[in-house]
């Protein structure tokens, strides 16, 4: 990405007059929309842009960039890669190649949805994904021919509008089928939570483990006793997997609960509603941007370690027991919207796993939009102090709790798709010793956060090797 004080640069680009700019950004920090505004800036009126990116990357930045966009190139086609793409990089990357023309995107014209299942490439050892059995060709020419002469195949790519009463819907908006019936919301229909266990903790008892993989596991203990659709929305291999439950259960906190609102105007029957939603299972995970990339939940990693001065203060030892997260949205909207995350009342505690010194946690939480100090999202780190560092003597131990208020993006603003690292460093028992370092990372928009604890006593880009074949390929298609 060209820096804008590289004055002479950005001049000699644009001397030369682009017509065509194919462009496989980084996807961190939010780049590739950044790459696709400056890539438009140096195209001539009329050219073309060809660029891989997250299929959700236009969703995430309406409101903003992404308007900035269309007021100064049509969409023309997005194309959904495989699945396996990046599968030589053991990464799960939603990309899409989208085709973009530089004059304004108004809101009738259409954009062709393709989806590419399959684009003929398998992994050999060594070698990486290569056209072993000869099948791109014949792929490309289908391809070529489909956007070139912008064609509807059911079931492959379809045309939709992105804009519907004036309200953006980068995903494309979905025909209406002939039908009577009334169109209603997911919400308007089901309750909708969040499940709560991680998916790790198996303990062989009598109640209902039900998880996003195939097969449900148990537990000891159950939350819910009634009828409902356990939906996984935040596993990569289990996507759009849906199960029905009658009775009493536990959800993995990668999963959504959907239980009947028995609103006597809409009655339901969860069993058919499990069964419509297998259905479309495969069109949902390959056209639903807000399920494909886990946007329905933010992931917050806790990484805590005792800093080696500490044991040059203090006699004692310290013990981390126990860390949870509270205070945290108890909701969230299934499609992306702003957020109302109801009631801030989602609460877990974990046992941190323990690996060389450093206490690890894991956690999922619905997003939620900028909170004021003292009502954000909290972690608080457990701990045992003993005076004496015996494990013979108990009198002498005292309880220690450590909290921290997330920041999240910006005041404690905690979004969907969020990647939010935390790492903790112990110093101390009191006062200024307290303090601890927390570096707060989005997936999208890194930040560092810097904080005060308070201390109650008592108390990390590689490229796919038939990734540039493609995009060159679609690059060089006539008008396209």
Not at 78 to 99: D, Y
Request: aromatic share 8%; with cysteine.
């Amino acid at each position: 990405m060209v820096n804008n004080n590289d004055k002479e640069l950005l001049e000699y680009i644009r001397s030369m007059k682009p017509t065509r700019v194919i462009i496989n950004p980084p996807y961190e920090n939010n780049n590739p929309i950044k790459f696709t505004l400056q890539a438009l800036n140096y195209l001539e009126p009329g050219g073309k842009l060809v660029i891989i990116m997250p299929t959700p990357t236009l969703t995430h930045n309406q409101g903003g960039m992404t308007e900035k966009v269309l007021s100064m190139a049509k969409l023309e086609y997005v194309i959904k890669m495989p699945n396996k793409l990046f599968s030589e990089q053991k990464r799960s990357v939603n990309t899409s190649i989208f085709g973009f023309i530089k004059t304004p995107h108004i809101p009738s014209d259409d954009v062709l949805f393709y989806t590419l299942e399959d684009d003929g490439f398998v992994s050999v050892q060594h070698k990486g994904r290569v056209d072993k059995n000869g099948t791109w060709s014949e792929i490309e020419n289908r391809i070529f021919d489909t956007i070139s002469n912008s064609k509807e195949i059911p079931g492959i790519c379809q045309k939709k509008k992105i804009y519907k009463d004036g309200v953006l819907n980068c995903a494309g908006v979905q025909k209406r089928r002939n039908s009577n019936y009334e169109m209603m919301k997911i919400g308007t229909l089901f309750n909708v939570t969040k499940g709560s266990l991680a998916s790790e903790s198996n303990i062989e008892e009598d109640y209902h483990f039900v998880t996003a993989s195939e097969e449900w596991k148990t537990h000891t203990e159950y939350e819910l006793d009634t009828e409902a659709i356990v939906y996984a929305v935040s596993a990569a291999g289990s996507l759009g997997r849906s199960h029905y439950v009658n009775g009493k259960f536990v959800a993995s906190n990668l999963c959504l609960v959907l239980t009947s609102k028995n609103d006597p105007k809409h009655p339901i029957n969860l069993e058919f509603y499990n069964c419509y939603f297998a259905s479309i299972r495969k069109q949902i995970v390959s056209a639903n941007v807000g399920i494909t990339l886990k946007r329905t939940v933010a992931k917050v990693a806790l990484q805590t370690t005792i800093d080696p001065s500490f044991a040059d203060k203090y006699a004692g030892t310290l013990t981390i027991n126990s860390v949870k997260l509270s205070k945290a949205a108890s909701q969230s909207l299934v499609v992306a919207g702003t957020p109302t995350p109801g009631a801030m009342t989602f609460s877990h505690t974990q046992t941190p796993a323990t690996a060389s010194g450093k206490c690890n946690a894991l956690f999922y939480c619905f997003e939620n939009g900028a909170l004021p100090a003292g009502s954000r999202v909290l972690l608080e780190i457990n701990a045992t102090y003993d005076s004496d560092g015996s494990t013979s003597t108990t009198d002498d131990r005292s309880e220690v709790t450590y909290s921290v208020e997330l920041t999240g993006k910006a005041a404690g603003e905690i979004l969907r798709n969020g990647y939010y690292r935390v790492a903790a460093n112990i110093t101390g028992l009191v006062g200024q010793e307290c303090a601890v370092s927390v570096t707060v990372a989005d997936w999208e928009t890194p930040v560092t956060q810097n904080v005060e604890l308070v201390v109650g006593y008592q108390q990390k880009r590689t490229n796919s090797p038939c990734l540039f074949q493609h995009m060159k390929q679609f690059c060089r298609m006539k008008d396209v």
